[in-house]
């Protein structure tokens, strides 16, 4: 028969072809079949027909035959009889496939055969392993069909076979990346990865060698990642190999960052440092490629060995660089994950682990502690003044402080210790496996705080920073992490109290505080709750005329118990809280309606201006909070301004710019509020669309004694005036200020000069 083949549905299962294969292998089959028949129905012109047709078939590379009803070939072209062994067809004709192959080879196809003879209808399409394999495996696409006589009685079966190795192989090949490629989606591990990207490619080249290498992070050598056919101790001695100009196929490519491929290991000079070594082992050439990222950066490398002499061909250099682009996909997608993995618990700025590390470690380390009787001392420690740096130096100068100071403190602590920032300029420090002695763990922090406020030089400046510190120890001070944290953090804060950089170890009194403190917090939710705030409203007065032409509004708590509350308690109880948004949205609400109100009661129309917090700045939707107050109060915008201090603004200048165009476009006017006390560039402050600047009442405060505050609350106000910005001082008082003021050009004043905060009614009467 045709280069008979394995027709076992295990392995390959008959199915129908599809496309250009399967109709070009009916139309043949189906011509030859006709051709056939009548060959046999007619006398005449015999010899003519016979010398036709074998001619025709003996052109087809495909197999073509015809057989009997007991499978005897009858006719077969030549690609069928050299295949199947013989010179001449005659040495074919008679003979069964039983009498060629191996019984179990062929009892499938003997069946289908039978099944066509049986029933009359041709098989077209049939997928079947060939039962010549030519030194390797070969797949046919076969078509029988009834072959009949000129009754229409089925004489016999006509076949065509085509071979469709390389095919086969594409889809193997495809199916095979689409494996590899799920396997990456999967996470799977490399190493298994690597192992079954290299058996596809063996399976695709019969006697060649696969091997992966990894470039190590500091990209001086590779060690080994699979070489599942290369021998054990060639990997061994491979493995740690150090990349260079001469260093076998593999490190030469990784070194150059290109493609070496060695025809002879034995005579090219980039192996004969190790010739003799690899000798011993049979490889002859070597092909390897880099395996790069996606941005081009060499990751390691992808070789194919084999033990005869020679370079890759076109199709082993292509499924080459298949395999070190599918690689370099898979290494990148697990560096991700790793670093995706890292981000999650640890610092992005520091690279300190984070609070979500901490927490999965600590419960560990005080279990291990309580089992060894040991002590766990844990720290909180705050930077002293890092808002100051941040605001003179900038946040690049912040950035740059965290990681130094990170670094001095993990050059003080074992790797058992472990050092996390929590935010901000926030860290915790914990110390284990320490004896029963407070001393000790004073004296290690107390180290640590020393380290910190060594010299240093940022952004060209020479300076120290010092550190507060809160110092609890497990058993005596907490049991659980939660204690430990909450009691160091109120240890803390008492080293803050008392004049900060110094290390405070907690006491029963702190316990106390920090209590009262938690007290507050929850009084103070509770207030937002039941709606205990109201504002008052200090005038504005404008020296010229005498009259008011704007207020600010002032947050007020009436407490149930303690009376009224002042905003210098209020804010940083909100700012620790989380509360400060909620509470600033109510005073935005509250002050928008409350103008809109006097101005319904036929009072003189003003403006009403609010101190926005650098958190409520920050928010996405801050602009649309501000649109929603103006639209449900009535309010015209032009009768609203927010008051922004430079050190918010300061914090994303462009950000912060853009937010404030945005609010310039609705009509409400800017103002930069405690003017000089911040940090600002005047070429940042040329490009703010603010209408007013706000001199603070540090500088006003004693004037005209001080000539100091005199020359700079002059010089802001000429600045303002070249600015062409409106300008007004806050926290006048006396007449020699209000003097001082208007000679200097500054007619708009806030104070007590001209009124104290008074409630609504009482600036109702004011105005009118």
Not at 7 to 31: C, F, I, P, W
Not at 487 to 513: I, P, T
Not at 556 to 583: C, D, F, K, N, Y
Request: hydrophobic share 45%.
């Amino acid at each position: 028969m045709t280069k008979n083949l394995d027709y076992s549905r295990k392995e390959s299962g008959a199915r129908v072809a599809s496309n250009d294969d399967t109709q070009r292998l009916m139309a043949a089959s189906q011509r030859l079949a006709a051709e056939v028949s009548r060959l046999f129905a007619s006398e005449p012109d015999i010899a003519d027909r016979h010398y036709w047709l074998e001619t025709m078939v003996n052109h087809v590379p495909d197999y073509i035959y015809a057989k009997d009803l007991e499978g005897r070939f009858l006719i077969a072209n030549r690609a069928t009889v050299t295949d199947n062994g013989f010179e001449e067809m005659q040495d074919l004709i008679g003979k069964t496939d039983y009498d060629l192959h191996p019984a179990e080879m062929v009892s499938h196809m003997a069946a289908t055969e039978r099944q066509v003879i049986e029933t009359g209808k041709p098989i077209f399409g049939m997928e079947e392993r060939a039962f010549v394999s030519k030194g390797y495996e070969r797949w046919l696409m076969t078509s029988k069909v009834p072959l009949r006589n000129k009754h229409g009685a089925t004489i016999g079966i006509v076949g065509v076979s085509r071979d469709i190795t390389d095919r086969k192989k594409a889809e193997r090949l495809l199916l095979g990346q689409a494996r590899l490629l799920e396997m990456i989606a999967k996470s799977t591990p490399l190493v298994d990865f690597f192992n079954e990207l290299i058996l596809l490619i063996e399976a695709h080249l019969p006697g060649i060698l696969g091997s992966i290498l990894l470039l190590s992070e500091d990209g001086r050598h590779l060690s080994t990642g699979a070489a599942p056919g290369l021998d054990k101790v060639y990997c061994e001695a491979v493995h740690g190999i150090e990349i260079g100009p001469k260093a076998g196929s593999c490190g030469t490519a990784a070194w150059r960052g290109e493609p070496v491929f060695v025809a002879d290991i034995l005579s090219d000079p980039l192996w004969e440092d190790v010739v003799e070594f690899v000798r011993l082992f049979g490889y002859r050439s070597c092909w390897s490629t880099p395996i790069r990222s996606y941005q081009g950066k060499v990751l390691g490398t992808f070789a194919l060995y084999s033990r005869e002499v020679g370079v890759p061909s076109a199709e082993q250099n292509e499924l080459i660089s298949m395999a070190a682009h599918l690689a370099g996909i898979a290494i990148e997608r697990r560096q991700s994950e790793e670093r995706i993995q890292f981000m999650a618990h640890h610092d992005a700025l520091t690279g300190l682990p984070n609070r979500v590390l901490f927490d999965e470690r600590v419960a560990s380390a005080l279990q291990q502690a309580r089992a060894a009787g040991q002590s766990v001392a844990l720290a909180f420690l705050d930077l002293d003044n890092f808002k100051l740096i941040n605001d003179t130096l900038g946040h690049h100068a912040g950035d740059e402080l965290l990681r130094l100071v990170a670094g001095r403190m993990l050059a003080c602590v074992r790797k058992s210790d472990m050092i996390v920032r929590v935010g901000g300029d926030e860290f915790i420090i914990l110390l284990t496996g320490l004896p029963p002695d407070s001393g000790i763990v004073t004296s290690r922090l107390e180290n640590i705080r020393a380290a910190i406020g060594a010299p240093l030089v940022l952004s060209g400046r020479s300076l120290q920073v010092s550190c507060s510190m809160g110092v609890v120890c497990y058993p005596d001070h907490g049991q659980t992490a939660t204690d430990l944290l909450a009691n160091a953090d109120a240890a803390m804060y008492r080293a803050k109290e008392v004049g900060r950089n110094n290390l405070q170890l907690f006491d029963a009194e702190m316990a106390k505080k920090a209590h009262e403190r938690l007290l507050r917090h929850e009084e103070l939710r509770d207030a937002v709750a039941r709606g205990e705030f109201l504002l008052h409203y200090q005038p504005q007065m404008n020296l010229k005329t005498g009259r008011i032409f704007a207020a600010e509004s002032l947050l007020r708590w009436q407490h149930p118990e303690r009376g009224l509350i002042s905003p210098a308690e209020i804010i940083p109880l909100a700012e620790e809280t989380g509360l400060i948004v909620p509470i600033g949205d109510w005073v935005l609400n509250e002050a928008c309606r409350q103008n809109k109100a006097w101005q319904e009661a036929g009072l003189p129309p003003i403006v009403v201006s609010v101190n926005v917090s650098a958190r409520q700045f920050r928010e996405r939707n801050w602009v649309s909070r501000v649109a929603e107050a103006l639209a449900e109060s009535g309010l015209e915008a032009r009768y609203l301004e927010l008051e922004l201090t430079e050190s918010l603004i300061m914090r994303d200048v462009g950000a912060a710019i853009a937010t404030m165009h945005e609010l310039q476009a609705l009509g409400v006017h800017l103002a930069i509020d405690d003017f000089g006390t911040g940090y600002s560039s005047l070429s940042a402050l040329k490009s703010f669309p603010v209408r007013r600047l706000k001199i603070d009442r540090s500088f006003v405060q004693d004037i005209p004694g001080n000539d100091d505050d005199k020359a700079i609350t002059g010089a802001i106000i000429s600045l303002a005036q070249k600015l062409q910005i409106e300008v007004i001082a806050e926290g006048v008082e006396t007449q020699a200020q209000v003097d001082f003021l208007r000679a200097s050009g500054c007619h708009d004043v806030q104070g007590y000069f001209v009124s104290r905060p008074v409630t609504p009614a009482a600036l109702a009467t004011l105005l009118a």
